[in-house]
Each structure stands twice: as C-alpha cells, then as structure tokens.
DNA sequence: CCTACCGATCGGTAGG
DNA sequence: CCTACCGATCGGTAGG
C-alpha cells in the first residue's frame, strides 16, 4: 500500500501520466489510449492513474494540452519577438518542419494533432471539439501573419491569405505523411523547397 | 436458426458485411472496427460475421481492399483511357477532388486511405504494410505520369517529378482535413486552384 | 449463419 | 495511490 503523496508529487505522477498518453496516443491515437496500459508502463493501478483525471476523456483532453504546450514551445514561442508578417511567418514554418524532424521524443508516432485531427473529424464530442478549436486557433495565428505580410507589401498585393494558408497546411501533413509512413528522410528538404515557392523572401 | 445459404447469398452477406466496414473504418478507423457493433448493425450474430473472414485482421484487410476498389473505380479508370502525362495527370487530380467532395456515402468519415495511413503509420504489421503498400503505389501512378509529362514537354523541363508529387499529396491531405474537420464548402475550390498553379494546361 | 460459451480487457466505483 | 470489485464488451471457438 502506498500512502498519500504530498501535493508536488501528486503534480509529478499527473506529469509523468500525461507524458506517457502523449506517446501512446500519438502512435496509437488518443482512443488507443487505455488505462490499463497506462498502469502496466508506469507501474500503478488502474485507479491510481485514473484518480488525477476522473474520466478517460479527462486524460485524453490533458494528453492534447500537453501536447498544444510542446508544440507552442518548439513552434511559436521561439518566433514570437520576430516582426510580425513574412519574417516570422517563415520562421514558424521552418520551426514547423523542424518540429516534425526531431520531435520524435515526445511524438514516437508523429505529430499528435494530425492524429487527432483525422482521428475525431468525423465524431462528435468534446474531443472532436477540441481537435477543431485547436487546428482553428492554429491556422488563425498563420493567417495573421500572411495577411501583415500581404499589407506590408512582402508578397504580392494579389496574394490570397486564406488560399495560401490551405496550401501551407497541405504541405505540412504531406511532411507528416512522408516521415511518419515513409521514413523518407529527403521529405523535410522539400518541404523546405515549396516553403520557399510559397514564402518566397522579401 | 437460419439454415446455411447459398454461394451467392453468402457471397451478398459478405459485400454487407464489408460495405458496412468501410462505412464505420471511414468514421471510427479500422481499429474502431468491432465484430459487436458490426452484428448490430447487420442483424446478425458476431460469429455469422466473423465466419466470412476468420479474424478481425482480415475484415480490416478486406475493408482496405474494397475501398481501393472503390477510389480506383471513381478516381483512377474514368482518366485510365486518356494520354499519359499532363491530360491524364490533371484528369486524375480532378477526379481526386471530386472524390473528397462526393464520395461520402461510402465514406462518411471522409477517405479511408487517409485514416488508415494516419492510423497505422507508426504501428507494425500486416494493417501498416498494406496501407503503405497502397500509399505507395498510388504516388507512383501520379510518379510515373508527371515524369511523362516532363519528357513530352508538358511540364518544364527543371520539373522535379518527386517535389511536385509531394506538393500534390500534401494538397490532398489538407483538402480532406478542410472537408473532413471543417466542413469547408470552399476547400474543393482552393485546391482546384493550387492545382492550376502545380500543373499548369499545356 | 446460429446459440452458447471462453478468458481477457475495458472504463469506472467503493472504500480505505 | 492501493485492493477488490462491477457490468459491459472485446475477439474468438465449439458445435450444430
């Protein structure tokens, strides 16, 4: 019998849980996700995982949280204090591709948005929810910054920003596809190629 | 008690059986597959649906093979008669797009060969090698025309037949993530008009 | 193609 | 955070 943690090692046990659902889930996706093998990879019960989050569901939108955490941390954090527009635009997507490179620590089976996002597209539910609010908020933040780009005269006056955000996030998950199903290690450079047709330098 | 059938009732119960396999894998993924909810559905008993294939693998393998089916029928032989290079490529891509677009009564959760890639690309075994196995062959359909399409001079004679592949899976991608998730109307659109710009009419 | 069953595992609860 | 459960469901088998 264990006894009861003081409160920073139970916030240390939630930590390593949600740790290990992120790469469960994003080799098996967030449905894959179960709490007996939970338990059986860290070593406790059933109940001692389930009792930080109170339901599946709870542990499987704190696996996407964290996973929005990484990902904020390695994308958008390090453009943040770029200028606003085609400089940090590019900076992000080249952040983006890096991203999809090495994450392989904390993403095992790729990156853990794309996986949700195909995995809940066609359900209903707070997960699907989720899924869409966050590759909307995501998408958004691009848009924003084509579409400064457009105004401070860094591409052309007749540029679409919302055709050329379909485009880059196309391009994206063919990265995603190409590494994780392919192992293609030449897929980053051209990714990197059509970043520079589609952004090309001021 | 149902008495056994004939070859050819038994050969229908089968199409059901995987036609309804296809619906649900398109929404649920092959893995959301269940003998249960299948038997439900069909208003038989588990084992009556199970006896068509043996294991649960090979109604995942059959519901893989009968989309492919499905995809060339619609996407691939209405263009198999054309030119190869450019015409035949552009005709194929067109068919593509239309597909995303309209084929949701066999796939309500949008195109199965893009859950099944997402879903098994970090998995091993007989799921993951024959969605890799699809995958593959269809890059190199679209391969083997864009290189024509080079050396008849349809596409400029710098073209790299590989980058513009993978632009165009990558377009294919996004369009079904903008349908699937966001069911945006004007996504057929956008890729019709990157399609424009990749392949350029001779 | 059915009934009747198998062991394993699922998410979750009670109680400490 | 544990043990000890719960009913439901999983894939699959035996036998007809």
Redesign the pocket.
């Known amino acids: 019998?264990?006894p009861?943690?003081s409160a920073a090692?139970?916030r240390r046990?939630?930590e390593r849980i949600v740790g290990r659902s992120v790469a469960i889930a994003s080799v098996d996706g967030l449905e894959g996700?179960?709490?007996?093998?939970l338990a059986g990879d860290l070593?406790?019960?059933?109940?001692?995982?389930?009792?930080?989050f109170?339901?599946?569901?709870a542990l499987q939108l704190a696996a996407l949280t964290e996973a929005t955490a990484i990902y904020t941390r390695l994308v958008w954090e390090p453009a943040a204090d770029l200028p606003a527009g085609l400089v940090r635009l590019r900076a992000v997507c080249e952040h983006w591709v890096d991203y999809l490179e090495t994450a392989r620590d904390a993403f095992p089976g790729g990156c853990l948005f794309t996986t949700a996002s195909v995995e809940f597209d066609a359900k209903r539910g707070p997960l699907h929810d989720a899924v869409r609010r966050l590759q909307l908020r995501w998408r958004r933040v691009l848009l924003a910054d084509l579409t400064t780009a457009v105004t401070k005269g860094e591409l052309p006056a007749d540029t679409d920003p919302e055709q050329l955000c379909f485009e880059l996030v196309g391009l994206y998950l063919g990265l995603n596809q190409s590494i994780q199903l392919f192992g293609d290690a030449r897929a980053a450079a051209r990714a990197r190629r059509a970043l520079d047709r589609l952004l090309p330098p001021a």
Do not use: D, I, N, Q
């Open positions: 019998m264990s009861r943690k090692e139970a046990t939630r996700l179960t709490l007996g093998r070593e406790m019960s059933k109940a001692g995982v389930l009792g930080h109170g339901t599946k569901e």
